[in-house]
């Protein structure tokens, strides 16, 4: 998943996890709730930037649930050994139609059900990931692998390194970068039907310092590159841009 516009989806998520078993909440989840200000593109493919704030979210109960805004709301319902096999419910965004692509049809994002695979070997964990939209205007479906490293600097300071690339099918690039003819009229763009998926390339780092036992700073920096019928679409060749950055940093309370 983007961490574009995470923030309009993801407290309501922070809010229900709070309110559940609140007499058992110091002894069964463990975990961070923080805020952070982001720096990222109205919408995938577009060249323009908006600043907004963020939840940062990393929370998990026991051995059995995990929360974050990136990996959903995971149950762990296989671990044997370093191996994870995980159900989870996800989002999927959309895009407005603010800005550059004004003129074109809003696309409603949604709820995502996926099955996640992990392995996690010294300071690496390797995941595959597979989902599809189930709510919203998305069809289709997405295939993510990722590569994160976690590097102690010292006994403050935290260094990781994600990797990443993710496939999305033709009807997922179709509900995404397609150019209706009802679009292309009013905008006066080309219009624009996919042949075929396309694969997202990316990498991200991270560092996060310690200030005290319970709170910690973390300042980040992502990157990726659109490919195949996404970079194609004159929502991106001709408004936007391949590359996608995401920067910003966060306050968190690790409990």
Not at 96 to 103: H, L, M, R, T, V
Not at 121 to 134: D, E, H, I, N, R
Not at 179 to 204: E, F, K, M, N, Q
């Amino acid at each position: 998943m983007s961490a574009i516009t995470i923030s309009k989806y993801w407290w309501p998520a922070a809010a229900l996890s709070l309110a559940i078993a609140p007499q058992a909440w110091a002894q069964q989840w463990e975990g961070s709730l923080g805020a952070g200000v982001l720096y990222a593109p109205d919408y995938l493919g577009s060249d323009d930037y908006d600043t907004q704030l963020w939840p940062s979210i990393d929370l998990n109960y026991g051995d059995a649930l995990s929360i974050s805004p990136r990996s959903g709301i995971e149950w762990h319902a296989i671990r044997n050994g370093d191996w994870t096999v995980s159900p989870f419910i996800g989002y999927t965004f959309g895009r407005d139609n603010e800005g550059d692509i004004s003129a074109f049809e809003k696309v409603d994002g949604g709820a995502t059900l996926g099955l996640r695979l992990a392995l996690e070997q010294g300071q690496w964990k390797y995941s595959l990931a597979g989902s599809t939209p189930v709510t919203g205007d998305v069809d289709g479906a997405e295939l993510e692998a990722s590569a994160a490293w976690r590097l102690p600097l010292n006994e403050r300071t935290f260094f990781t390194f994600t990797p990443n690339v993710a496939y999305a099918d033709e009807e997922w690039t179709e509900s995404m970068f397609a150019v209706s003819t009802r679009d292309s009229l009013r905008s006066g763009i080309a219009s624009y039907h996919p042949d075929g998926g396309s694969w997202r390339l990316g990498i991200s780092t991270s560092l996060t310092y310690t200030l005290t036992p319970q709170w910690s700073a973390t300042g980040f920096v992502g990157t990726g590159y659109l490919t195949g019928d996404a970079s194609d679409s004159p929502i991106v060749d001709d408004l936007g841009s391949e590359w996608q950055t995401v920067t910003g940093v966060s306050l968190n309370y690790n409990f």
